[in-house]
């Protein structure tokens, strides 16, 4: 018998699909991307602040007041134990959580909202999501506008799977470049995961993750190995501006608190790589549900 049935839905729940996300200082990206998950369905985020010191509350208060987003600090914590935090306290209240950091767009390329999507998926604890790794559409400094209008050159789908870029795993921490093409986050059912990871859960109440296919849902760092992302998809804005990525290199993630910090030579040649095709579809994916609600 397993610990928790995926057909127990706890009275107390409250929302279908919420978001947990870490940030800091990213009050410029927070209402793009808040605006578009609830576009796509999402009815609550859980919201760790990492010690930002912009004007992120301008942005988050109107969200907070109408019980969109509920704000916890996070300071000093790393990644793993916000997620897990997260993981306990919206067990009773989420059908599903995302876990997701800010620069990633999650959605359904088949122009469906997120919980009409997951509804196939009701028999299994988890779901891992590839991603697909956007660069800088050459912009050396932040542009003005939103992400998604600005940001539409990408390593792409055929890019992900033959990409043999050496992120260097194995060797000196300082060297290690992140942003694996064929990797991504996971959708999981709060009930049925007893400790999250970064990109998947780490131990299973019962069952196991799959992928949007119901195969192994696991991140394929293999060169060649195919995966798909047509159900599914984060679109991953790896870099943004090329200023943008040198200031994140300098000063960490709240995920590599005790590593060195990463090259940056290495990682500004990795953003190179990522503008190889130009992707719209999240656009188009946007448009028409703005369209479909204003019917």
């Known amino acids: 018998k397993t610990l928790f049935p995926y057909t127990t839905l706890f009275r107390s729940q409250k929302w279908e699909f919420g978001i947990c996300a870490v940030f800091k200082n990213e009050s410029r ?18 919201l760790y602040d990492d010690a930002s010191t ?16 509920t704000l916890r600090p996070a300071k000093g914590h790393r990644q793993k134990r916000i997620y897990n935090h997260c993981l306990r306290h919206g067990a009773n209240k ?16 088949e122009r469906k909202l ?10 299994v604890p988890a779901v891992f999501v ?21 940001y539409t050159k990408s390593l ?14 194995g ?28 990109h998947i859960p780490h131990q299973m109440a019962w069952g196991t993750v799959v992928n949007e296919s119901f195969g192994p849902g696991i991140p394929k760092t293999d060169p060649r190995t195919p ?44 953003e190179t790589l990522l503008n190889l095709v130009d992707d719209r579809l999240i656009l188009e994916v946007r448009d028409a549900l703005r369209s479909a609600q204003d019917d």
């Open 29 to 46: 990206y927070l209402c793009e991307w808040l605006e578009f998950h609830a576009l796509v369905g999402v009815d609550h985020f859980f």
């Open 227 to 270: 995966f798909s992302c047509d159900i599914l998809r984060i679109n991953h804005y790896w870099s943004r501006s090329r200023d943008e990525l040198t200031a994140k290199l300098l000063r960490g993630t709240v995920s590599t608190k005790s590593r060195g910090k990463n090259s940056l030579e290495r990682s500004l040649h990795r």
């Open 171 to 198: 060797g000196p921490k300082s060297q290690y470049v992140t942003g694996w093409a064929r990797d991504g986050k996971s959708i999981v059912n709060p009930r049925a995961v007893i400790e999250m990871g970064i």
């Open 156 to 169: 792409g789908l055929e890019g992900s799977i033959n990409d043999d870029f050496v992120n260097g795993k």
């Open 130 to 150: 590839q991603w697909i790794l956007f660069g800088s559409n050459g912009h050396q400094q932040p542009p003005s506008g939103g992400t998604l209008d600005n």
């Open 94 to 109: 989420c059908r599903w959580i995302a876990f997701i950091d800010i620069d990633e767009f999650l959605f359904s390329p």
């Open 54 to 69: 912009d004007d992120f509350m301008t942005v988050l208060q109107p969200w907070i007041d109408r019980g969109q987003v």
């Open 114 to 123: 997120l919980p009409d999507t997951m509804k196939r998926y009701d028999s």
